[in-house]
Every structure is written in structure tokens, then in C-alpha cells.
T-cell receptor, first 116, second 115 residues
Framework: AQKITQTQPGMFVQEKEAVTLDCTYD???????LFWYKQPSSGEMIFLIY??????QNATEGRYSLNFQKARKSANLVISASQLGDSAMYFC?????????????FGPGTRLSVLP | GAGVSQSPSNKVTEKGKDVELRCDPI?????LYWYRQRLGQGLEFLIY????????KSGLPSDRFSAERTGESVSTLTIQRTQQEDSAVYLC?????????????FGPGTRLTVT
């Protein structure tokens, strides 16, 4: 079974609008972390935002916020005031438990295109 | 400071040849990961090193793949007898330990093309 599901292969958004990228996850662990990474066409993976499973408040980092709904096991990324430079692949990832390694899994990604 | 570096940035090799990919993690980062990313797909975990502990090799797809790391420094990923399906971008990431959130810092990747 997929640990991380991103149901939107591609998304379009108008510049300056907000956009939500979906992510659902599957884990039986109580302790886990959720991450979003951005991968521009240049290929580097850029860490954007983190949400711990015990964090009571949604994480925010500048224009990025994570809409964490624990009961639904969803961790959607919200980008406000989209910019042309936001066009990229976006990956949701999860670290289960307190360990590294194979317990760090990535979703298939969503390609976001920001339109001028 | 310097980020994660990888070399070469591009590698074209003939089927059946061996290749060696190099990763230099961020200084002081004890955790190092290798991932494979096929065209248009997500990241596939290959192997993880944490300090002097035995590496987690559970993601290596076959015995043609191996990786080494010297202490907490450079790592090399070796692919023997390359096959066309090995064509992908190989990404290396490092992470500090301990301390949440354990986010990974990625290198620019090595694009491997097997002809």
C-alpha cells in the first residue's frame, strides 16, 4: 500500500492566487513527521516545511502553510500568493517513528505550474 | 557553509560497465541517504548511513548496487554491470542528528544514462 498519496499529478494556479497541494499518508505509528519538498526544473530538492505528529498547530513558513488534519491523515500544503518561481514539482514525505532510513518515504509528487 | 555536493553531475556509460557516484555531505551531518529518481517519478530510497552504525541497505534493488561511507564524510555509490533500467538521477542527502525535524539537505544529483 502507498504510504504517501498525492492525487494531483499536475496543478495550475494563477499568479498571486493561493493553491493547495494534497497529501494523504498511511501510518500506524503515533510519532511521525511530515515534510514538503520543492524540486524546481534544476533538480535540487528544497526543504519547505515540517509538521510533527504531536504538533497542535499547523506549521507555517512564510508563504507556505501545512493544513494538518490528523484524523483524516492529510497534510496538505498551501501556498499563498503564488509566484512564477513556485512552478516546480512538490513532494510530500513522511518519517515514521524516531528512525531514519527506509522509514522516510516520498510521495509521487505534484507538478505545479504558475500562470502569469 | 557548503551544501551537499555530488559528482559527476552527469554520467553516460555503456551497458555492462561499472560506475561510481560520489557524495560529499554537509560537514558535521551524521546521516547520509542515497535515493534514485527515475524520470517523472518520486524518490526511491536506496541506502542510509548513520554515524558508525551498520548501514540500512534495505532499499538497494539488487546486489549490483553497493555503497560505502568513510566515517561521517564522503560516500560512494557503486553500480556494477549497469543496465538500462539503472538510468535515473541519483540523489544524495544528509541530515544532522539528533534533533527534530531531521530534515534532509539534498545534493544536486548525478544523472546516470546507460546506453
Amino acid at each position: 500500500a502507498q504510504k504517501i498519496t498525492q492525487t494531483q499529478p499536475g496543478m495550475f494556479v494563477q499568479e498571486k492566487e493561493a493553491v493547495t497541494l494534497d497529501c494523504t499518508y498511511d501510518t500506524s505509528d503515533q510519532s511521525y513527521g511530515l515534510f514538503w519538498y520543492k524540486q524546481p526544473s534544476s533538480g535540487e530538492m528544497i526543504f519547505l516545511i515540517y509538521q510533527g505528529s504531536y504538533d497542535e498547530q499547523n506549521a507555517t513558513e512564510g508563504r507556505y502553510s501545512l493544513n494538518f488534519q490528523k484524523a483524516r491523515k492529510s497534510a496538505n500544503l498551501v501556498i499563498s500568493a503564488s509566484q512564477l518561481g513556485d512552478s516546480a514539482m512538490y513532494f510530500c514525505a513522511m518519517r515514521e517513528g524516531q528512525n531514519y532510513g527506509q522509514n522516510f518515504v516520498f510521495g509521487p509528487g505534484t507538478r505545479l505550474s504558475v500562470l502569469p | 557553509g557548503a551544501g551537499v555536493s555530488q559528482s559527476p553531475s552527469n554520467k553516460v556509460t555503456e551497458k555492462g560497465k561499472d560506475v561510481e557516484l560520489r557524495c560529499d555531505p554537509i560537514s558535521g551531518h551524521t546521516a547520509l541517504y542515497w535515493y534514485r529518481q527515475r524520470l517523472g517519478q518520486g524518490l526511491e530510497f536506496l541506502i542510509y548511513f548513520q554515524g558508525n552504525s551498520a548501514p540500512d541497505k534495505s532499499g538497494l534493488p539488487s546486489d549490483r548496487f553497493s555503497a560505502e561511507r568513510t566515517g561521517e564524510s564522503v560516500s560512494t555509490l557503486t553500480i556494477q554491470r549497469t543496465q538500462q533500467e539503472d538510468s535515473a538521477v541519483y540523489l544524495c542527502a544528509s541530515s544532522s542528528n539528533p534533533g527534530l525535524p531531521y530534515e534532509q539537505y539534498f545534493g544536486p544529483g548525478t544523472r546516470l544514462t546507460v546506453t
